[in-house]
């Protein structure tokens, strides 16, 4: 049968949550027994996801993030989602270099991260909700 | 100046991070910036952010940006960004002040 397992959690939207989200979401995929190349792939996408929750999605206000986690067979699915204020064009956020926000400093990269890292990245956001931002990676290791 | 990090950087480490190094570049009248990743076991796009900010405050001061001893993650990160367009990378720390001077 092939294996299975499943977590979730919801945390408050503060930054220092998303060292915490990505070392809770790599202790969970351990159990496949990852590469560390994997494990650092997977790691990366996810505080990527959460800081764009917290700046984006909050705005560094209040909120809360739920994030699941689910493991099938060699695949890894994760999911982020937040209940801010959501994104007005998706194409456009997901563009390499595009920042909302040049004032923080920000790379514009943290989609092209996950995009890069995982095998698939999809985000669904309706202004004034939300966003929730699907991944999946496949473990070749496993 | 060289800097060395220890920890990981991401957006919450970036903002205390990004302050230190602004102060220090400041008070040493630094010009160069070497920064010495071998600490830092983790970084995602906030420490793309930090880096090009650096490099930016040292090109107005005719200086440039090196980084040394990266992890394989990082490495990948750094690859994205296409910073090694406009960054220098070197093995060492004496090969980076080589290069620098």
Known sequence: MQYENEMKIEFMSKSQNEAFARVVVAAFVSQLDPTLEELSDIKTAVSEAVTNAVIHG???????????CRLEGNE??????DKGKGIEDIKQAMEPLYTSKPELERSGMGFTVMETFMDVVEVRSIPGEGTTVYMMKRLHSV | MII??????????????????????????????????????????????????RYRNSSQKGGQV???????????VFQLSGLYKIIHRYETIDEALKMLQ
């Open chain 1, 58 to 68: 909050y705005e560094n206000g209040p909120g809360m993030i739920y994030l699941a």
């Open chain 1, 76 to 81: 890894t699915y994760i999911e982020i989602q």
């Open chain 2, 4 to 53: 060395k990090i220890q920890g990981e950087i991401d957006h919450h480490t970036s903002e205390a991070l990004r302050e230190k190094i602004d102060k220090a570049y400041e008070r040493y009248n630094a010009k160069n910036i070497i920064f010495d990743f071998s600490e830092i076991p983790f970084m995602d796009s906030s420490g793309i952010g930090v880096i090009m900010g």
């Open chain 2, 66 to 76: 090196a980084i040394v001893h990266l992890q394989p993650q990082i490495e990948r």
